[in-house]
Every structure is written in C-alpha cells, then in structure tokens.
C-alpha cells in the first residue's frame, strides 16, 4: 500500500470527516490500532486520538459534539481520556515532546503511524506503512519492550487478532529476550491481553508462538512440558472459530476458552483436576469465580465430547444438572470434537434445545414425597435422593410420577 493508497481510504471515511469537524483546539491525529486496523480494511468503532493541545479539553469538546461522556484512564502523568458517544469510543491523550518523541514511544511499527485530521498528512517516521503492507510485526526500539513488558504478550496478541501479520525474526528473538519482564506486570492486564488472544481467529497460531518464544511458560511455569501444546493450539483455534459466530454457544466459547490455558498446563485435560486447574488459570489473573467456571465446564465438556451424539441417556444425564456451565461445556465439546475429526454441532444444539426444555419442567415428585418413600430424616440423603430422581427422570428411566413412585419403593416392587 502506497501513502497515495492509504490518503484515499482515510479521506473516504465519513467518520474521520466528522471526527475533523468537531473544532479541537490544536492539531489531532489518529494513530495506534485504530489507523493500522482501518489501513488493513477492518472496520473499527474504537478510535485513538493524539492531539498537541489539552486532551481533556479535547475530550470534552468531542462529548459536547457526539454525545455520550468522557471519564479519565490512567494516572497523571500518563492520563488517557476516554469518550464514550453512541456507537462510537475515542480514547484521547496528549502528545509530550512532539510526534517524533510519541513515535519512539510506541511498542510496534504498524502502530506508529499518524493521520492529521481533516484531511492528512499520514505522517510515518519509521516505515510503518511498509511493514502493514508486508504483514510485518516489527518492534521500534527494544528498549520499549523493558519499559511495559507486557507489549511482550501483547504481540503475540496481535498475532492472534489479525491472521495477516507475521513477527519478523528479529521482533522474536526480542520478545524472547524480553518475557521474563511479564513477571512483574499486573495480573489483570495479562488477563486483558489473553482473554483478547483466545477469542483471536488465529488464536492457536498465536499460542504456538507463545510457547516457542517462552511468554507462556513465563506467566504459567508448568508450560515447560510441551507434551500438550499441539492439543491447547488446536483446541484455541476451535474456540476461536465458535467465538466468531453468534447465540448461546458462541458465548459459552467465550467463558470457556481461558481453561485452555489451565488444561494444558496441568496435564491435558484428562489428568488434570479442576481445583489445581482453577488454581493455575488464576494465577494468570483470571478472577477466581471464572477461572471457577471456565474449568468446571470444560471438565464436563469433556465427559459430553465422549457420548455426544452417541448416548442419548447418558448426554441428557450430563446435561440435566450443569446449569449455567451447559454453554461452555458444548461449546468445549464441539472443540473437541471438531480437533478430533467429528462434526457434533446437531447434537449439541438439540442437547441444548432439550436442556432448556428439561429445566423448565417439575420434577416427578416433590423433595417430601422422595423423603416419605424412602423414610429419609432431614440431611443431605435427602438431595442425594432427590437429584438421583432428577438424574432418571433426565434420562429417560422415569417418565411419571407413578413410575418413579415404583423406582422408589422398597422390596421386590422396585
């Protein structure tokens, strides 16, 4: 792509037009992401905006013209102003000792690229505009990889977001160089960087990069065996791929993707344990209820992947007590699945169709009713007993109440 090239995609954004009419005091320019994603054809609604004069002022100026509200990010010196108007989010900074100084700052070339708003220049100090086009992840100094080390993470996430970008062989032996600074980031921004990785469509390339340059073994020590990388790759590539579509499954790939990371790391995933899995996954700073959930539910996508579409009783038995993990877990399944050569999307969806179903339903007899039959005192048998029902009744062992009246009772009846 030629600057001539670039100028005429940005200059037929109606977006950026309006964005140059807003009357910001100074000069603004769009820069990061935001420019490298709209160069590369990928429509964006989150804009990052440099400008030479006040960035609050700034922001302020746009919510009065769009709409919606600003509020700040960071802490002072290095405060971001986020503005959030209707369909549209622009992060706002300002710019300290002129854009050459901005640009060395930046993490990679294909993000260090500025377009003056109205109408340009594309100003581009450091062959950005060559790099895009060549699908090159290039670093601009290796300096700024210590200064943040989590842009270490970060290029491998972007690996995994945009499939036409390839790390040069230098940008990885620097991130090699680099990931040991990932122990001292703060937990949450690594989260933020691999709950984008996972959801990537080229997550598992993506992941297979992490291994090899050492990110991953660095955030989870156990990593060191690579006996589960090749299945961890696959299955995140599969998750990825139901992440990108829509409905109940597209979102239970979402809560369940970072148990990817655990699984691989504690021995995948029929040996591993959802306790110490749950443990590992939150040590990468997942939030402990869903590193809870995301390993709960692969653990039962697992069971669902072996009788999916092959044992009709035994997958509604499954499916009849998983609550709110029923989503993650097909979606586990049909990863599963799909790495090991099988198609178990219409099972999955009928299994999901006759869960919601089953949920809906009243149980064949009330908890006192069990007790009664069973001569059950108050305590926990009594659950016991009342799931156990619960568990026939799903699959397909007592269909009325009259039948489960007779599953119930004692002697030869039974």
Known sequence: MTGVEAARRLLASSRLRRLGQVGIDGQAFLTGGSLRDRLLGIPTHDLDLAVTGNPRAAAETLTAHLGGSYFPLGRAPLVTWRVRAPGLQVDVWGIAGGIEEDVLRRDFTVNAMFWRLPRGPLLDLVGALDDLAAGRVRVVRPENLRDDPLRVLRAVRLLATHP??????ATERLLTAAARGLAGVARERVCNELRI???GR??????????????????????DDYAHAPEAEALAG???VRQAGHGPLARGAADVAPAVLAAAAAG???TWHEG??????????????????????AALGERLAVVLGRDA??????????GDLIEGALAWALGRGAAGGRDLLPPATALLRWQRRFSARPPLLSGAEIADLLCLPPGPARGDAVRALRLAQAR????????ARRRLAPGPAR
Request: charged share 15%; glycine share 6%; aromatic share 4%.
């Open 396 to 403: 397909g062992e007592a269909r009325t109440a009259a039948q």
């Open 313 to 322: 009783p035994a997958e509604r038995g499954l499916a009849a007590g998983a």
């Open 276 to 297: 110490p899995a749950t443990a590992t996954l939150a040590a990468t700073g997942w939030p402990a209820r869903a590193a809870a959930h995301a390993t709960a539910a």
């Open 268 to 270: 995948f995933p029929d």
């Open 164 to 169: 036409q970008l390839r790390l040069t062989s």
């Open 238 to 240: 599969e998750l990825a």
């Open 197 to 199: 990785l996972l959801a």
């Open 202 to 223: 080229a997550a598992a390339r993506a992941l297979a990069v992490a291994v090899r340059t050492g990110i991953l073994q660095m955030l989870l020590p156990a990593w």
